[in-house]
């Protein structure tokens, strides 16, 4: 069975900080990947997805792939208290197959 | 504003109910799932549907079966509830680039 690893936290990081979020995946055929927030009794929304090995940027968020290890990682820089949710990152075993896979999630503490 | 909607909010069902849960998009998304969350365990796939009349079964499809008669309508059901199928069942969609999956709003099925 495909699956998608994250260490589920608690993770707790001063407002102002770094969030460093990691995400691991069992199959290297594995083609899109989807970093989701949710917020305590809400649904998961989407915040960046990447296909493509290296770093892609939005605002204050970067996601990083590297295939050749199988990582993921999500960056939250200038950490706020807005950003205290749980993270579950989320895995497209390949183009055509729409099976969509997610982690269990990271839960993010931001202290102010 | 695209959306996902879920029959119902809350809903509380006694073993061996047979139990329907609907989910409707309006955004002519061909790819539609079903998830239940449980605290640990993250979301896991029940079943998906990929084109109308068609079906695959996810991660844990035992004592779910689904159906989907129009494009916009997905539905979950639940032959004969059980007090291990209480949990928060999630609907969502994706369109054919599959980079956004959008959900609803949930629904937390108790089986008493």
């Known amino acids: 069975q495909k699956e998608v690893e994250q260490n589920s936290g608690p993770l707790s990081v001063p407002e102002g900080a770094i969030a460093s979020l990691n995400c691991t995946y069992s199959d290297r055929g594995s083609q899109s990947f989807f970093w989701y927030r949710q917020y305590s009794g809400k649904s998961p929304e989407l915040i960046m997805f990447i296909y493509s090995n290296g770093d892609k940027e939005d605002g204050r968020f970067t996601a990083q792939l590297n295939k050749a290890s199988q990582y993921v990682s999500l960056l939250i820089r200038d950490s706020q208290p807005s950003d205290s949710a749980t993270y579950l990152c989320?895995?497209?075993w390949g183009f055509g197959n729409e099976k969509l896979t997610f982690g269990t999630g990271t839960r993010l503490t931001i202290i102010p | 504003d695209v959306k996902v909607t879920q029959s119902s909010r809350y809903l509380v069902k006694r073993t061996g109910e047979k139990v329907f849960l609907e989910c409707v998009q309006d955004m002519d998304h061909e790819n539609m799932f079903w998830y239940r969350q449980d605290p640990g365990l993250g979301l896991r796939l029940i079943y998906f549907?990929?084109?109308?009349?068609?079906?695959e079964k996810g991660d844990i499809p035992e004592g779910y079966s689904v159906s989907r008669e129009k494009k916009e309508r997905f539905s979950l059901i639940l032959e004969s509830a059980s007090t291990n199928q209480t949990s928060m069942y999630l609907c969502?969609?994706?369109?054919?680039?599959?980079?956004?999956?959008?959900f609803g709003q949930g629904t937390r099925l108790t089986v008493v």
């Open positions: 989320a895995v497209n």
């Open positions: 969502a969609s994706t369109g054919p680039s599959n980079t956004e999956a959008f």
């Open positions: 549907s990929y084109d109308v009349k068609m079906k």
